[in-house]
Each structure stands twice: as structure tokens, then as C-alpha cells.
């Protein structure tokens, strides 16, 4: 009897030691885990989303100029359909004041090209130059 209660207290101590051995490594596991989604979470916040807000803002400063590069061919194209050889035009002068402004001759139009620089162009050039300058966006930022 003395063995029985022997054995089984033997196999209850090593049921328990089991038991914590089990339990060490489960908690390990779940501090290393822990550790990886902190380190993850780290990563996400530190590199990721700031690389993806920096992303985002290149791609909207690419579609702005799109924008303008599309405006600019169609107003191009509008004055060279209708044959316009002077206009009448509002200019904002900035914090949405405007300026009427009249334009005698049409055949030549002035065009931001980079850098502050503008150039004169004729109507067929300026839509030569504005279209050169959409193909070399799309280019660039062939994904977008």
C-alpha cells in the first residue's frame, strides 16, 4: 500500500512538474509573441505609416500636377478650336482675390517650365511642352 501511495504521489509530482514545465513555456511563448507584436506594432508606427503618409503625399503632388498638365492642354486646345484671338479672364491674386484681365492676342502663352522659370510659347508648342511634361510624369511614377 505504502508503494501505491508512493507511485502515485510520484506520478502526481511529476504531473505537476509536467504541468510547469508546460506552463514555462507557454508563458515564454506568449512574452515572445508579445515581444514580436511589440516589436511589429514598433515598426508599423516608426516606418511604415510614415513612409505610407510620405507616399501618400508624393502621389497627390503627382495627380495636382496631372491636374494641371490636363487643364492646361484643354484650355490649349480650346483656344486653338475656336480660334479665341483675345479673351477676358479672371486672375486670383492669391487669398481668393481676383483680378478681370484681358488678353488681346492669344497666339502666344507664357508656361511655368520648372524651377521658376517661365517660358513664351506659340500655341502648338506650349501644347508640344505640355504634353511631353504628362508623358515624363508618367514616367516617373509609373505605378500612380
Known amino acids: 500500500m505504502c508503494d501505491a501511495i508512493l507511485f502515485y504521489s ?9 504541468f510547469v ?5 507557454v ?3 506568449r512574452i515572445s509573441r508579445s515581444c514580436q507584436e511589440q516589436e511589429f506594432e ?22 495636382e500636377q496631372q491636374k494641371v498638365f490636363s487643364e492646361l492642354r484643354r484650355n490649349i486646345e480650346n483656344l486653338e478650336k475656336n480660334s479665341v ?15 478681370q484681365a484681358e488678353v488681346p492676342d492669344t497666339q502666344r502663352i507664357i508656361v511655368g517650365i ?7 510659347f506659340t500655341l502648338s508648342e506650349a501644347l508640344n511642352f505640355v504634353t511631353q511634361e504628362g508623358i515624363k510624369i508618367s ?6
Open 85 to 99: 484671338t483675345g479673351l477676358r479672364t479672371l486672375v486670383n491674386l492669391g487669398s481668393e482675390v481676383h483680378l
Open 42 to 63: 514598433e515598426f508599423l508606427e516608426g516606418r511604415l505609416k510614415p513612409d505610407l503618409f510620405r507616399a501618400i503625399a508624393d502621389r497627390d503632388k503627382v495627380f
Open 10 to 18: 510520484s506520478t502526481i509530482v511529476h504531473s505537476m512538474l509536467l
Open 114 to 120: 520648372g524651377l521658376g522659370f517661365h517660358m513664351q
Open 21 to 25: 514545465a508546460v506552463s514555462r513555456i
Open 139 to 144: 514616367q516617373v511614377h509609373p505605378g500612380i
Open 27 to 29: 508563458i515564454a511563448q
